[in-house]
């Protein structure tokens, strides 16, 4: 996924994607040098969660329980993520990892990164996938140059499309870690996936604008943020009020 600016970097690995790239996630940075921490993948197993039940908490944290109860789950498996929960209401929410960050990404093998995400059915249908695919890629131990590639050559066949109308997901939990920048959640926020467009028609990233974000400079995407309030427990996000 790409980043975006100085406010919204830190919110980028989950948000997302990518597929391969990322969907989730103008303005957008430039690649920068990895950290030697990060410049390579670590242990499969350093990016897994202890426990089942502890990755479907979380990913329901994405969410406000009237939505995340009712949605599908996905946990992160050996090659892939794998169904935890059925879900009722065409949502689905998963933890993302730190790949679903942009390829030249500081932190693209940071195995810290959990950031809960929940979609709703337009972005399960049109952004979700690609983030999906990127992760068996991952898993699978296809090298970063391996998926850069694949990713321009799944473009000219349109197995990555523009998002749908009303794409959108929830990123308002307080438990995940999105960077070591952020050093745990970022804000409570919602994203919203929309055919590429200049940050201008949102009028985003202006002064005393709520509204961050851009256009990717891989997928045919454009992602923006919008802060919330609250967190989805509703206890109130002080951060940056």
Not at 57 to 78: Q, T, Y
Not at 167 to 181: E, I, N, R, T
Not at 196 to 219: K, R, T
């Amino acid at each position: 996924m790409q980043t975006i600016d100085s406010r919204a970097r830190a919110a980028t690995a989950g948000a997302f994607l990518v597929l391969v790239g990322a969907p989730f996630a103008g303005g957008l940075a430039h690649a920068q040098p990895k950290t030697a921490a990060y410049a390579t993948m670590a242990s499969p197993a350093a990016y897994r969660t202890e426990s089942r039940s502890e990755e479907i908490a979380l990913a329901r944290s994405a969410a406000p329980a009237s939505i995340s109860d009712k949605a599908e789950v996905l946990v992160l498996g050996d090659g892939g993520y794998e169904t935890a929960a059925k879900g009722s209401n065409g949502f689905v929410c998963i933890v993302n990892r730190s790949w679903a960050n942009d390829f030249g990404d500081v932190e693209f093998w940071n195995p810290k990164i959990r950031s809960p995400i929940c979609f709703n059915s337009a972005s399960v249908r049109s952004v979700l996938p690609t983030y999906l695919t990127r992760t068996t890629w991952v898993l699978s131990g296809t090298s970063v140059a391996e998926m850069q590639s694949r990713t321009k050559a799944a473009l000219g066949t349109g197995a990555i499309r523009p998002p749908e109308a009303g794409a959108m997901c929830y990123m308002m939990s307080k438990q995940g870690y999105a960077s070591d920048k952020a050093g745990g959640p970022w804000r409570a926020h919602l994203m919203f996936f929309v055919p590429q467009v200049q940050p201008e028609a949102w009028g985003a990233n202006l002064p005393g604008v709520p509204v961050m974000g851009g256009a990717s400079s891989v997928e045919p995407l454009s992602v923006f943020f919008v802060p919330v309030e609250r967190w989805s427990d509703g206890s109130p996000d002080h951060q940056g009020h």
